[in-house]
């Protein structure tokens, strides 16, 4: 990527912005171990949410309530700059956090992960 992305880029008050959305579920949808859905209401409003876990967190995104849980979350540090580094940034530097795992560690365990995963659980890829 020729162009150095920000973190403001990608993320705004803790969302991740609608134009990296796309690219995130992707990336955290080969990531992800197993995935969840939820679905909550009442009889004035409802609200859904789809998870993808994978590292020590993952991807959230919730639609429904229009408050501050609905949108799209990066959840856990490790998974942030997972999805990251995989976006083509610097986590370490984005994060200011040098004790970060590089991108090949998070990607050798993502892999060890879905391979342990895969063998407990039969299951090669969640479909969300």
């Not at 134009?19 to 609200?47: E, L, P, T, Y």
């Not at 967190?57 to 501050?68: A, K, L």
């Not at 856990?76 to 610097?90: C, P």
């Amino acid at each position: 990527m020729s162009e150095q992305i920000r973190l403001r880029d990608v993320f705004w008050g803790g969302r991740v912005r609608r134009s990296f959305q796309d690219r995130v579920w992707n990336i955290a949808r080969k990531a992800s171990v197993r995935s969840s859905r939820s679905v909550s209401g009442n009889m004035v409003s409802s609200s859904e949410t789809y998870y993808l876990h994978f590292l020590d967190g993952g991807v959230r995104q919730s639609r429904g309530y229009f408050d501050s849980t609905c949108g799209m979350f990066c959840i856990g540090r490790h998974a942030t700059a997972y999805v990251l580094y995989q976006l083509g940034a610097d986590a370490r530097v984005l994060l200011r956090d040098p004790g970060l795992p590089s991108a090949s560690e998070l990607k050798r365990a993502v892999e060890a992960e879905r391979a342990r995963h895969s063998a407990t659980k039969g299951v090669t890829s969640p479909e969300v």
